[in-house]
């Protein structure tokens, strides 16, 4: 059985920095891409950063790029995701997922099999 749990959500102030970690059982991360996403109440499901199984190709969405990071500690069996610069804006739910999928998809929801519960992260002004 798969499970992918999500921690390290919270409260920071806007410029402040979380991170987030995106732990897996029942799979093995090597083999998977694993992706972030958020998503806002009434919005779709927002891509946010995404990496190969290896760890050796990562993307980003762009309203996140440079101030996220993702990475993978296959030997953990973990993912993280590194959140600086935080903004208002970045205020949703963040969902860990990870699938077998080829590059050109690492940004698209639909091909993810397996996702997390989610974790809050609320920034103020």
């Known amino acids: 059985q798969v499970q992918l749990v999500e921690s390290g959500g919270g409260l920071v102030q806007a410029g402040g920095s979380l991170r987030l970690s995106c732990a897996a059982s029942g799979l093995t991360f090597s083999t998977y891409t694993v992706g972030w996403f958020r998503q806002a109440p009434g919005k779709e499901r927002e891509f946010v950063a995404a990496?190969?199984?290896?760890?050796?190709?990562?993307k980003y969405g762009d309203s996140v790029k440079g101030r996220f990071t993702i990475s993978k500690d296959n030997a953990k069996n973990t993912v993280y995701l590194q959140m600086n610069s935080l903004k208002p804006e970045d205020t949703t739910v963040y969902f860990c997922?990870?699938?077998?999928?080829?590059?050109?998809?690492?940004?698209?929801?639909?091909?993810?099999?397996?996702w997390g519960q989610g974790t809050q992260v609320t920034v103020s002004s």
């Open positions: 990496i190969s199984c290896r760890g050796g190709l990562t």
């Open positions: 997922a990870a699938g077998r999928l080829g590059d050109a998809m690492m940004r698209s929801r639909n091909d993810y099999t397996y």
